[in-house]
């Protein structure tokens, strides 16, 4: 059997340790595949095992994997920086608001939760949330941009990334993250945020803009009905 493990930025390092004892021993970087001959090695052949991810300036990450089957497995990892604080600023009222403040970081965990059980669909969902109630947490941005990553929907990726710099433009993986899609796709992540924050916006029914003019056009309709109002007059 063979344990993938990947995670968001990537070189974050691999432990393992048994459950009930023992010393944590590095057994990669990732990307990184452990075959079960590093299994062996590090006395985890047969389970139960703790996997550990670690990365400076990230939280550790942490899973227990109850057994040890001779199936292969994949874990993926959507780190977040030790200081979330610097993607909170720009929260209406700030850290005054504290009852606010508790329900985003509440929100948060929340997504880290469904994230490590890879129930992405749900960790969108309160994204939305966030993204709705809170437009300005940059961590928000940062974790949809690792999940839509995992799930290969890498433009998307890039858009949640660029909206994360927006907000907080010391993120460093965000950038990486950014940077990276940027020149794998030949897109321009800012262009991105521009046509994601359009989009955001309520386009009118009955009524279009003339680009040149920035005049309103009438509802075509209603411009027939009148043109056939006319003709029964003559």
Partial sequence: MSLTVNSVPEKAKVFMRPVGGGELVEVGVTPSVITSEKLKSAGAESGPIFIEIQKDEFKTEKVLITEVAATDMKLNFALQLVDENKGLSGLGKGTEDVQSLNMAIDRLFEVRKYISLESYDQAINHLKILEDKWPYISATYELKGGILFLKKKYKDALAAYSMSLKF?????????????????L????????????????????????NKKSGKAKPNVKNKKRRVIRSKKRK
């Fill in 168 to 184: 907080n433009p010391n993120s460093v993986p965000s950038k990486q993250m950014r940077d990276s899609l940027e020149k794998q």
């Fill in 186 to 209: 030949g897109l321009d992540g800012d262009q991105l945020v521009r046509e994601y924050e359009t989009s955001r916006i309520p386009a009118s029914k009955n009524m279009k803009t």
